[in-house]
């Protein structure tokens, strides 16, 4: 099972439950979601251009979960025809998401909608004819019940667009060097642990086998394609690749600090240490390859 959720990673040390979305504080999460989003938006021009082929010109686009809004802005931008709402169930982000909309010009068409998914979708005043949802619906605790409410909301002839999987984001060799090789390979293992528990912590939450096509066909669509993005920003990387690389690092060695063994403990500190000639911060090597996965389908009754 591969997860692919570098970047969701929330305070989530036992019994500490502080706000609503199990305990991840999203308006925390901002300044890495936001480099994140920028950082991919490669990867997201690609998504884009492939659901643009195969759609008509959509007059409402939904971005669900959007976040800070990036990837809503790139969606303003690929469907120039198109007024979009940014739906999140934190106020700080979408806040964001509209002074991005701002200085990008597109503010004039670009709405946001602050609430719980997915009830907070019965608050849109029209169908939407693209339903976009980059890794929001894993954080929903039952995630079919989502989906029908996702497909409840589209026009006919409507597409939704889910963006969930892939693999996990690799920034470095196998052997670095230093430490036990194949460091990325065990820290996969601990955020999957990390992901099921964040899974099962969450409100009304339903185990679910993750079929994506098999979930929309069950929510009445259509499947209509699959495909894996690439993100590949080979080495010598750009000094914000590297930004993002130690904050992810930095809130996997926060969050499953614990489960690992001095050793890889000791070889994060020092891949984290901007003194170190060998840290993320200056090593030749580092670079950053990411596969997301984006699910179609349509509604067609
Ligand atoms: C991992 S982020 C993804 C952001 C953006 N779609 C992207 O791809 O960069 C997940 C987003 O879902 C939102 N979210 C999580 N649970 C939610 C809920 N129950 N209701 C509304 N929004 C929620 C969070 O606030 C966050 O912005």
């Known amino acids: 099972m591969a997860h692919n959720h570098?970047?969701?990673h929330g305070d989530h040390h036992a019994g500490h439950h502080h706000h609503d979305h199990a305990d991840i504080?999203?308006?925390?999460m901002a300044p890495l979601l936001?480099?994140?989003?920028?950082l991919f938006t490669p990867l997201y021009e690609h998504a884009m251009a492939w659901l643009a082929k195969r759609q008509t010109e959509p007059g409402l686009v939904v971005d669900a979960g959007s976040g800070p809004g990036v990837v809503a802005c790139l969606l303003a931008d690929t469907f120039p025809g198109a007024r979009i709402v940014a739906v999140d169930g934190s106020e700080p982000l979408l806040e964001r998401a509209r002074a991005r909309a701002e200085r990008l010009g597109v503010a004039d068409r670009f709405g946001t909608l602050a609430?719980?998914?997915?009830e907070i979708l019965d608050d849109?005043?029209?169908?939407a004819d693209l339903l976009w949802a980059s890794r929001s619906l894993h954080h929903l605790g039952d995630q079919r019940a989502a989906l029908a409410a996702f497909a409840?909301?589209?026009?006919y002839g409507g597409t939704l667009a889910l963006q969930e999987g892939g693999l996990p984001t690799r920034f470095l060799p196998r052997d670095i060097g230093f430490g036990r090789p194949g460091l990325h390979a065990r820290l996969d293992a601990l955020e999957a642990e990390w992901f099921a528990q964040m899974r099962a912590d969450l409100p009304r939450s339903?185990?679910?086998?993750?079929?994506?096509?098999?979930l929309m066909t069950a929510a009445g669509l259509r499947p209509s394609g699959t495909r894996t993005f690439l993100l590949d920003l080979p080495a010598p990387t750009t000094d914000r690749a590297r930004a993002y690389a130690a904050a992810v690092l930095t809130r996997i060695r926060e969050g499953v600090a614990e489960r690992l063994d001095a050793d890889d403990r000791a070889t994060l500190d020092r891949l984290l240490d901007p003194e170190d000639k060998a840290s993320v911060h200056h090593r030749p090597d580092l670079f950053v390859l990411a596969a997301q996965t984006v699910y179609t389908a349509v509604r067609t009754r």
């Not at 504080?25 to 925390?28: A, I, R």
């Not at 936001?34 to 920028?38: H, K």
């Not at 409840?152 to 026009?155: G, I, P, Q, S, V």
């Not at 339903?206 to 098999?214: G, I, L, S």
């Open 6 to 8: 570098h970047g969701d």
């Open 25 to 28: 504080d999203w308006g925390e």
């Open 34 to 38: 936001e480099a994140q989003a920028e």
């Open 115 to 118: 609430g719980e998914l997915p």
């Open 124 to 127: 849109l005043d029209y169908p």
């Open 152 to 155: 409840d909301r589209l026009a």
């Open 206 to 214: 339903v185990a679910e086998t993750e079929d994506w096509p098999a």
